[in-house]
């Protein structure tokens, strides 16, 4: 079983580097695939009230036999519970749904400017840390216009940033804004929902000089990058193989050439994080 480094985040606490995507695994199938992650040596999972399947990880946490405290936990708060006293419910309602005591790191999904509530939120985040219901805080998608405020309203900064992030579209002002402020980046969609990312003949050709998949020189990447990974995936090979990373090095000549395939266009589906919103 691969041993996962670990990073640790501005408030002092320890975050693996690569962790479970989890948007659509519920039901009886999602506990499967997360029990089976647990056993192949994931810690990290990342759930959110919008995948509806925060109890599918409480359940998984349940069954897999391993003390709560080895693994670190992650939901969301979606945006139509944004209102400080709604949030404050609907964490406490995440906890109890999971069966847990404590969430590991607990994020606002997108910051909506048109909603103009995510300084309110991430108040309410800042109470549910003082009560311990959550002992790590940050957000989803924010870019420096967004993370300026909360600093300057609430002088408190989020621990990560999780942003779209994969060879498409590799966000590198966004990159150095968090690192410049002690803020980890986290890359959702890294393998790019298994777009054709998966079969780009740069990335073919450096995976077949280390003897490695296309999914791991991208994910592989991103951890060069000082980025942590969230690649999803329900079967137990494809998760054993995207935690096979840490036994090669790309060369610096390696990762410019990945850094040369991002696209101005290259979202996914177009979210860009000052129009889009999600509730
Ligand atoms: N904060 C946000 O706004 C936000 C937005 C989107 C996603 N996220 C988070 O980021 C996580 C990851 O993103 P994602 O789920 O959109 O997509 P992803 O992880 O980029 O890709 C998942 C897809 O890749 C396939 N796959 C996994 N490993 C593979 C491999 N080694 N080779 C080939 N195919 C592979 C999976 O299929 P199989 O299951 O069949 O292996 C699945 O279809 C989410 O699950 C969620 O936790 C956050």
Redesign the pocket.
């Known amino acids: 079983m691969t041993n996962i480094p670990e990073w640790t985040m501005h408030d002092g606490y320890k975050i693996p580097v690569t962790g479970l995507?989890?948007?659509t695994l519920k039901g009886e199938q999602g506990v499967e695939s997360m029990t089976a992650a647990i056993k192949n040596g994931y810690r990290l999972f990342?759930s959110a009230i919008r995948y509806d399947n925060e109890g599918t990880l409480g359940e998984a946490v349940k069954r897999s036999g391993i003390s709560r405290d080895d693994l670190f936990l992650t939901s969301?708060l979606r945006a139509q519970y944004y209102d400080y006293d709604r949030a404050l419910e609907m964490i406490q309602e995440s906890l109890y749904r999971a069966n847990l005591s404590y969430w590991d790191l607990y994020l606002l999904?997108?910051p909506n400017p048109k909603q103009d509530q995510y300084v309110e939120a991430w108040k309410a985040l800042i109470t549910a840390q003082e009560k311990g219901w959550v002992r790590s805080i940050g957000v989803?998608?924010f870019m420096p216009e967004h993370l300026e405020r909360l600093e300057k309203e609430t002088g408190v900064k989020p621990v990560i940033n999780?942003i779209?992030l994969?060879p498409y579209f590799s966000q590198k002002e966004q990159r150095e804004y968090n690192k410049q402020h002690e803020i980890l980046t986290e890359a959702?969609?890294?393998?790019?929902?298994?777009g054709s990312v998966?079969n780009d003949e740069t990335l073919q050709n450096i995976a077949n000089q280390h003897n490695k998949?296309v999914?791991q020189v991208v994910l592989r990447w991103i951890y060069q990058l000082d980025t942590i990974s969230?690649?999803?995936?329900?079967?137990t090979h494809?998760q054993r193989?995207?935690l096979e990373l840490f036994d090669f090095e790309l060369s610096d000549e390696e990762i410019e050439k990945i850094n040369g395939l991002t696209r101005e266009d290259g979202r996914i589906a177009d979210q860009d994080p000052r129009e889009y919103e999600e509730f």
């Open positions: 995507g989890t948007y990342d969301k999904h997108w989803c998608n999780q779209e994969h959702w969609s890294p393998l790019e929902r298994a998966l998949s999914g969230l690649p999803r995936s329900s079967n494809r193989e995207n």
